[in-house]
T-cell receptor
Framework: EDKVVQSPLSLVVHEGDTVTLNCSYEVTNFRSLLWYKQEKKAPTFLFMLTSSGIEKKSGRLSSILDKKELSSILNITATQTGDSAIYLC?????????????FGKGTKLSVKP | NAGVTQTPKFRVLKTGQSMTLLCAQDMNHEYMYWYRQDPGMGLRLIHYSVGEGTTAKGEVPDGYNVSRLKKQNFLLGLESAAPSQTSVYFCASLAITGELFFGEGSRLTVL
């Protein structure tokens, strides 16, 4: 059974801190790993990582895929209150059916002023 | 370009009633998904479809049915609603780039 586990489940930091969020997975025939940010409504896309693209960076956010360890990290440097959100990791693996895209439970990040 | 549109956005049902959530996307995506989101549970996959006329079960399919008669529409049905189905439901479609586009969500309450 495909599985995605995120840690920690929640995190409280102060503005300016650097945080690292973790995502580990067990899927059959891994295809891609996706990171999303969810504030009040629907999740918004951050990064997609695949075997051919294991590192992505956008501003203060960066992510790395470790295919050997079956995991990924999402780093946020110089955090701001606007970074407060739930961060979701999703993995697409073929498993028994193509297109199976499952999410972890998310990490709730709270950034205090 | 509307993206992914879900209707209705809010609904209150009584136990045993039936209803259908409609998801429409105008991006010509092949893959579409229905998720439910409950506090502390992340997004759990109910059913998904890899193309018109196809559907597959996700992690939590019991109590739900789906249909994909047209490529742009993915319907989620509850035949006999139960309080445990109180949740926020998200529809999504998957671009060829790998990005998942979400609708705004539908909040369902079953009394």
């Amino acid at each position: 059974e495909d599985k995605v586990v995120q840690s920690p489940l929640s995190l409280v930091v102060h503005e300016g801190d650097t945080v690292t969020l973790n995502c580990s997975y067990e899927v059959t025939n891994f295809r891609s790993l996706l990171w999303y940010k969810q504030e009040k409504k629907a999740p918004t896309f951050l990064f997609m990582l695949t075997s051919s693209g294991i590192e992505k960076k956008s501003g203060r956010l960066s992510s790395i895929l470790d295919k050997k360890e079956l995991s990924s990290i999402l780093n946020i440097t110089a955090t701001q209150t606007g970074d407060s959100a739930i961060y979701l990791c999703a993995v697409e693996g073929y498993g028994g059916s193509q297109g199976n895209l499952i999410f972890g439970k998310g990490t709730k990040l709270s950034v205090k002023p | 370009n509307a993206g992914v549109t879900q209707t209705p956005k809010f609904r209150v049902l009584k136990t045993g009633q039936s209803m259908t959530l409609l998801c429409a996307q105008d991006m010509n995506h092949e893959y579409m998904y229905w998720y439910r989101q409950d506090p502390g549970m992340g997004l759990r996959l109910i059913h998904y479809s890899v193309g018109e006329g196809t559907t597959a079960k996700g992690e939590v399919p019991d109590g739900y049915n789906v249909s994909r008669l047209k490529k742009q529409n993915f319907l989620l049905g509850l035949e006999s609603a139960a309080p445990s189905q109180t949740s926020v439901y998200f529809c999504a479609s998957l671009a060829i780039t790998g990005e998942l586009f979400f609708g705004e969500g539908s909040r369902l309450t079953v009394l």
